[in-house]
C-alpha cells in the first residue's frame, strides 16, 4: 500500500469513529452498544463511547502508529472530531461494521486494509 493509501486509510477510518482514547490496555472486543444499531442513529453519549471504546484500542486519541516501511496512522485527535466525522459520514455503517473494523486494523495496524474494513472505503 502506497503512503498516500495508508493516510486515506486513515483519515476514512477516523471519519468512521474508528481511531484512538486514552487508555491503558485494550478495552476488550466490543464497545457495549447495540450492534445493529447504526452509527448516526447513535445518541450523543452512545457515540461518544464507541468513539472513546475505537480510540482506546489505538493507544488514545492523537496517538499516532509508524509503521517499519515508514507509513503511519493518526488517531482523531479528540472526542469532538471523532464524533463530528463519525454523524458527517456519507454512508452510515452498524456498530457491528465499525467494531469488527477497529477490531481487525487494531490487531495489525501496520498489516494492510484487514477485510472486516473494505466495505467501509469511502465512508
Wanted: charged share 15%; glycine share 10%; hydrophobic share 35%.
Amino acid at each position: 500500500m502506497t503512503r498516500r493509501a495508508w493516510r486515506e486509510m486513515g483519515v476514512t477510518i477516523a471519519t468512521l469513529v474508528f481511531l484512538v482514547s486514552c487508555g491503558d490496555g485494550d478495552p476488550g472486543p466490543s464497545s457495549g452498544l447495540v450492534r445493529d444499531k447504526h452509527v448516526q442513529e447513535l445518541s450523543s453519549t452512545e457515540l461518544a463511547m464507541l468513539c472513546d471504546w475505537s480510540a482506546a484500542k489505538f493507544g488514545g486519541y492523537g496517538h499516532r502508529t509508524s509503521c517499519s516501511n515508514g507509513d503511519w496512522l493518526m488517531a482523531a485527535m479528540n472526542r469532538m472530531a471523532c464524533t463530528t466525522g463519525a454523524t458527517s459520514s456519507s454512508c452510515d455503517p452498524t456498530v457491528a461494521q465499525t467494531e469488527d473494523c477497529v477490531n481487525a486494523y487494531s490487531a495489525n495496524p501496520c498489516g494492510g486494509l484487514p477485510a472486516a474494513c473494505v466495505d467501509l472505503i469511502g465512508c
